[in-house]
């Protein structure tokens, strides 16, 4: 019959190599992208299967499946660009404020030192959910019960704190 929806494990038989095709192309292309690609994809078809009963239009399944694909792809490309950035602009920080400082600590070590030495809490919470968790600003402003505008303020106050921080390190490092 034209109404009824195919069986959920034949569109994935139909349709997996596809949409594993797209999602590697999205992420680059290069040999290290393939296992990405793989989990990625396999998350569109846990979103596909979820939201399966609500899925109106028969007729253009492949275009529903490579919707979700690409909105999937760019969110996770999203949350590894604010990792990254925050792994790399820490490096550079560290870097910067002494080679002495970077031999003596760790990486990690010394983050954890500028988030302790911070003077708000929350900073350091904001700064980690932010950038490390890759959380959306939405989603930290909803954990933190606070509206979307406060959250941007807060952030904005947080990378000002940690890069006084840092500072005041550099500085009592060259008085010492």
Request: with cysteine.
């Amino acid at each position: 019959m034209a109404g009824e929806k195919p069986d959920f494990e034949a569109i994935c038989g139909e349709y997996r190599d596809s949409i594993a095709r797209y999602v590697f192309h999205i992420l680059g292309g290069r040999p290290q992208d393939y296992q990405d690609a793989e989990d990625i994809t396999s998350e569109v078809f846990m979103k596909a299967w979820m939201a399966y009963d609500s899925v109106v239009d028969n007729s253009n399944i492949r275009g529903w499946l490579h919707r979700i694909a690409r909105n999937l792809t760019i969110d996770v490309m999203r949350k590894w660009k604010r990792s990254r950035f925050l792994n790399v602009s820490l490096d550079v920080y560290i870097t910067e404020a002494s080679p002495g400082m970077e031999e003596e600590y760790e990486k990690k070590e010394f983050v954890a030192m500028i988030f302790k030495r911070m003077s708000n809490y929350r900073h350091e919470t904001v700064l980690r959910c932010h950038y490390a968790e890759g959380d959306l600003p939405e989603e930290i402003a909803d954990k933190l019960g606070i509206k979307l505008s406060a959250f941007k303020m807060l952030l904005s106050r947080a990378r000002s704190d940690f890069r006084a921080t840092l500072a005041l390190l550099r500085s009592e490092e060259q008085d010492t």
